[in-house]
T-cell receptor
Framework: DTAVSQTPKYLVTQMGNDKSIKCEQNLGHDTMYWYKQDSKKFLKIMFSYNNKELIINETVPNRFSPKSPDKAHLNLHINSLELGDSAVYFC??????????????FGPGTRLLVL | AQSVSQHNHHVILSEAASLELGCNYSYGGTVNLFWYVQYPGQHLQLLLKYFSGDPLVKGIKGFEAEFIKSKFSFNLRKPSVQWSDTAEYFCAVIRAAGNKLTFGGGTRVLVKP
């Protein structure tokens, strides 16, 4: 069984479009995250939700809007896509808000290409 | 701001060679440390982690890492690599009182058969 799943796995779209990436975890975790991995492989946190409440919001353009309908889901909606949004987006989850002894579990990633 | 540095971007070695990947962090307080691995086409998986106690941590697949507080380092080692160790390796750090994991830039390891 997949612990953290993301859809779609690949997403190719035109500049200016609006797209969403979905994430679901079946681990019963309270906390979920979105990371962006750029072309140089740097992984940077974008958002974190704990039990549907936003707890981390890094400096991310407001074109990016996370939505958590319940604690098992954290979706990422991106408006007016730009070339620089091309990256791999990883969803992750942890049992509680990340603290010692906790491990983050990652999804398989969504490879977004903006043309 | 806290940062994590992985000095080697690419490492190429032959099977049975020993591997050591460097990781340094900049935060001076108490930290918790992780190594993650990303095999080709797969998601990030935890290799090992350090929170307290013995600074030499053993993880899965024969990997180990040593936390040297005085050097702000958490280097990953494996005495004898296999072709299946070809992957990207990421070091990550979180402050003991923090809630945000900071990743290094990753090291791509290619093991030649």
């Amino acid at each position: 069984d997949t612990a953290v799943s993301q859809t779609p796995k690949y997403l190719v779209t035109q500049m200016g479009n609006d797209k969403s990436i979905k994430c679901e975890q079946n681990l019963g975790h309270d906390t979920m995250y979105w990371y962006k991995q750029d072309s140089k492989k740097f992984l940077k946190i974008m958002f974190s939700y704990n039990n549907k409440e936003l707890i981390i919001n890094e400096t991310v353009p407001n074109r990016f809007s996370p939505k958590s309908p319940d604690k098992a889901h954290l979706n990422l909606h991106i408006n007016s896509l730009e070339l620089g949004d091309s990256a791999v987006y990883f969803c992750a989850s942890s049992l509680h808000t990340l603290r010692p002894q906790e491990t983050q579990y990652f999804g398989p990633g969504t490879r977004l290409l903006v043309l | 701001a806290q940062s994590v540095s992985q000095h080697n971007h690419h490492v190429i070695l032959s099977e049975a060679a020993s591997l050591e990947l460097g990781c340094n962090y900049s935060y001076g307080g108490t930290v918790n440390l992780f190594w993650y691995v990303q095999y080709p086409g797969q998601h990030l998986q935890l290799l090992l982690k350090y929170f307290s106690g013995d600074p030499l941590v053993k993880g899965i697949k024969g990997f180990e890492a040593e936390f040297i507080k005085s050097k702000f380092s958490f280097n990953l080692r494996k005495p004898s690599v296999q072709w299946s160790d070809t992957a990207e390796y990421f070091c990550a750090v979180i402050r003991a009182a923090g809630n945000k994991l900071t990743f290094g830039g990753g090291t791509r390891v290619l093991v030649k058969p």
